[in-house]
DNA sequence: ACGTTTGCGCTTTAGC
DNA sequence: GCTAAAGCGCAAACGT
């Protein structure tokens, strides 16, 4: 299975390995679950749902988004017309 | 905006309902790095990655899911003699 | 397997299936490959590899995300100091 | 932007470069279209979809490389109690 | 050559 | 239930 650890107990490692992800999956889909909740609780204090969730998305790629835009190189973009 | 709250701040209301929505976004990126660090442990270990990954998917599937996608596998793989 | 078909030959229509997909799959390989080569010739006339296909991804996306920014209440990013 | 070529005409050499690439991912866009539909056309004949692209998958892949992997989803599903 | 990082394709979930 | 989008996993591509 893999030259794993001592003693021949290479299924147990893995298991412990197995176990702590789902562990962690587990947690992620609570978290998933919270964000579904808040965009609920925005949806039922008269926001739209998708817009929200667009705006967050935006929210977050603010920073990045500028980043790509510097990381292009604007000569390239100026010669396809793009800017 | 929206009917939202007293007061007309309405956008700050909307801002709340995205901060919260980032920060948990936030904590769901930690996760998953977290998830990233335990494979590569495995890795180390002498497992294969992507075996260990699709180990923890049939883990975390309930057992009728799992028993139903293993004799379908094999059913197809028969089917076209891959076994 | 299937319900599928006459005659009791679902393993021959699924290996129809898969067959036509494996041909897709492989002209699809091939494009990507003349891709590769697109940007290795690019790269090779003194164009920076990255930065190319980063140019490329923008002049497919414009119209895009043009349209994602009108999709987008503009009240909404207001409110978040976005615009 | 680039040393590229006769004339100081790179502007022009590299929207060749990324009208053809783009020309590319369009023709990959539909083949990707045509995969689909033919999931689709299994599926409304009783197969089930995601069953057969990981069908697919095995059908595409080298037998050593798919002998080897069956062997190890086995052994790690084995050790894990999960068969 | 290897490790890191980006991009692509698939899967799953949300919205209608 | 279907269509559309987002998240996740994988693989290729760049830099060291």
Redesign the pocket.
């Known amino acids: 299975m893999a030259d794993g650890e001592v003693g021949g107990n290479a299924a147990a490692v893995l298991k412990g390995y197995v176990e702590r992800v789902d562990r962690l999956m587990e947690e ?1 889909k609570g978290i ?1 679950d919270d964000i ?1 909740d808040i ?1 609920a609780e925005a949806k039922a204090n008269g926001f739209n ?2 817009a929200v ?2 705006a967050v ?1 935006m929210y977050r790629m603010e920073k990045e988004k500028r980043d790509e835009m510097i990381a292009i190189d604007d000569t390239y973009l100026a010669a396809l017309g793009l800017i």
């Open positions: 992620r998933n579904k965009i749902g998708p969730r667009r998305r």
